[in-house]
């Protein structure tokens, strides 16, 4: 019984470290792009760009 709550307390952990890198692997090429000057314009837009295009997005389906 005891392995059984140290695997159970051990998911968490797995949990957090495996979505970071998930982050990190989706977010690779983004900070390549933006790690060359001319590119920032283009990345900076598009983030603003995805980000408020999510934000009316769940504005129409919350109807504020």
């Known amino acids: 019984m ?4 140290k695997n159970v307390f051990r998911y968490p952990k ?3 470290t495996t979505l970071i890198g998930l982050i990190l692997i989706i977010l690779s090429p983004f900070i390549y ?3 060359e000057s001319k ?3 283009i990345v900076i837009f598009l983030f603003i ?3 408020s295009i999510i934000i ?3 504005n ?3 109807e504020f």
């Open 49 to 51: 760009l995805f980000f």
């Open 14 to 16: 797995f949990f957090v």
């Open 60 to 62: 129409q389906i919350i």
């Open 39 to 41: 590119n920032k314009f």
């Open 33 to 35: 792009f933006f790690k």
């Open 2 to 5: 005891i392995t059984f709550w």
């Open 56 to 58: 009316i997005l769940l």
